[in-house]
């Protein structure tokens, strides 16, 4: 099965059909005339198949890892036994897949549960070397990564490096210019710009936190990590990186961080309004309508790997 998408140049055509097999049972060698050579194609039969509204009955194929309905001259066949059968899940939003992990155990996890795809909304770019042989190969899970986030000085997440750099884990240089980019002007965001491109993002992460008070919180101690950018610098960020073929995946915290992410035009919203707001959260409603759909993540809440599923299709 394959998703096609400007983003997802990094997932891959996924053949799954040895562990399917073993999964289903009933594997059984069938149609195949005297004399050929066994086929690596695969009719799946007797399942009942997700159509986006509901399971239907139905047989596909796998023809050299591609899933179609049109029958191959020669195939093995799994019977699915009237067994329920959908489409791979995707981890739309966590920041488990780096290097301090248990990567080989946290992959196994992964496609022990049918999560084939997952999304690092901010990472360090030199860990994705050492972690390339490990993923976005037909026998492991798919992954985008963002690389270094955008926010505003002293926000979050500067406090995750800093944590990490005391533990001895990592360097300094893993804060500023690895883990996040400090952009509090154009200017700035003009200076860091290339340095984050040219470390080959496959999407651009942004943080607003409360940006309805961002300049009572911009200079304040006691708001330390607890605010981002400026957002009236979301749109430029925007901007920049639907020019250079990326998309933007915004982090909020409030109703008007909500607002704020979509009049700027981002195309996926990570969290919700008041995720982790100890008061509730104050009405706020958009002006203007949103002008195409958006993507919007819930960090591990299976419905949004559903839904990011079927907004590709």
Same mark, same amino acid.
């Given at each position: 099965m394959e998703i096609f998408d400007r983003e997802t140049k990094a997932l891959r055509r996924r053949a799954f059909l040895a562990d399917s097999a073993l999964a289903f049972g009933g594997f059984v060698l069938g149609t195949i005339a005297a004399g050929e050579p066994?086929?690596? $194609?695969?009719?799946?039969?007797?399942? /009942?198949?997700?159509? !986006?509204? @509901?399971?239907?009955?139905?047989?596909?194929?796998?023809?050299? @890892?591609?899933?179609?309905? /049109?029958?191959?001259?020669?195939? &093995?066949? %799994?019977?699915?036994? =009237? /067994?329920?059968v959908v489409p791979p899940f995707g981890e739309a939003h966590n920041h488990n897949v780096e290097t301090l992990n248990r990567v080989d155990a946290l992959i196994s996890r992964y496609l022990q549960h049918g999560i084939f795809y997952v999304k690092n909304p901010n990472n360090l770019a030199r860990d994705r070397p050492i972690?390339?042989? /490990? #993923? $976005?190969?037909?026998?492991?899970?798919?992954?985008?990564?963002?690389?270094? =986030?955008?926010? !505003?000085?002293?926000?979050?997440?500067a406090e995750i490096p800093e944590r990490v750099i005391k533990r001895g884990l990592w360097k300094q240089s893993d804060a500023e210019g690895g883990f996040y980019y400090t952009v509090d002007t154009k200017a700035d965001l003009d200076e860091k710009w290339p340095a984050l491109i040219a470390t080959k993002p496959d999407f651009i992460k942004a943080y607003l936190l409360y940006s309805e008070q961002y300049? &009572?919180?911009?200079?304040?101690?006691?708001?330390?990590?607890?605010? !981002?950018?400026?957002? %009236?610098?979301?749109?430029? #960020? %925007?901007?920049?990186?639907?020019?250079? @073929?990326? &998309? %933007?995946?915004?982090? #909020?915290?409030?109703?008007?961080?909500?607002?704020?992410?979509?009049?700027? @035009?981002?195309?996926? #919203?990570n969290h919700m309004p008041g995720f982790r707001f100890a008061a509730d959260v104050e009405p706020h409603s958009p002006s203007q309508p949103c002008a195409r759909q958006r993507f919007i993540s819930r960090r591990h809440d299976p419905r949004s790997a559903l839904s990011l599923f079927a907004a590709r299709h």
């Open positions: 066994i086929s690596n $194609n695969y009719e799946f039969m007797n399942g /009942k198949w997700f159509d !986006g509204q @509901g399971f239907r009955d139905n047989t596909f194929y796998s023809v050299g @890892g591609t899933l179609t309905g /049109k029958k191959p001259r020669q195939f &093995r066949s %799994v019977d699915l036994s =009237g /067994k329920y972690l390339a042989p /490990k #993923i $976005n190969h037909p026998h492991s899970i798919d992954v985008l990564f963002s690389n270094g =986030g955008l926010t !505003g000085s002293g926000g979050h997440p300049s &009572r919180r911009k200079s304040d101690p006691r708001f330390q990590y607890w605010r !981002g950018l400026d957002p %009236v610098l979301l749109p430029v #960020i %925007v901007k920049k990186a639907h020019a250079a @073929g990326l &998309r %933007v995946s915004t982090h #909020i915290e409030s109703a008007a961080d909500f607002h704020n992410a979509l009049i700027a @035009g981002v195309d996926e #919203i």
